[in-house]
């Protein structure tokens, strides 16, 4: 099992994510249902399964420090 390097377990993919929710809560009906979410991690781009208040907060915070794109218009080309 890989993991990210903030210690949460990397899964490929929403429906890999949900499952492992699925198994989590089985498991350990205190989890929280309502409180536990698939999400994208902004740090290595795998999903990964957490609190949702967590990771709202996360968001904010990541949206606060990302810097807005910019474009010069300009394309390049290999002539």
């Known amino acids: 099992m890989k993991r990210c390097k903030n210690g949460k377990v990397k899964y490929r993919t929403e429906k890999e994510a949900n499952k492992a929710r699925m198994y989590i809560l089985s498991h350990d009906p205190s989890a929280g249902m309502l409180d536990l979410m698939p999400y994208v991690c902004p740090e290595c781009g795998f999903f990964h399964v957490g609190h949702r208040s967590k990771y709202l907060l996360a968001i904010s ?12 218009g300009r394309h390049h080309s290999n002539r």
Do not use: Q
């Open 61 to 72: 915070r990541a949206s606060e420090s990302a810097e807005p794109a910019t474009s010069n």
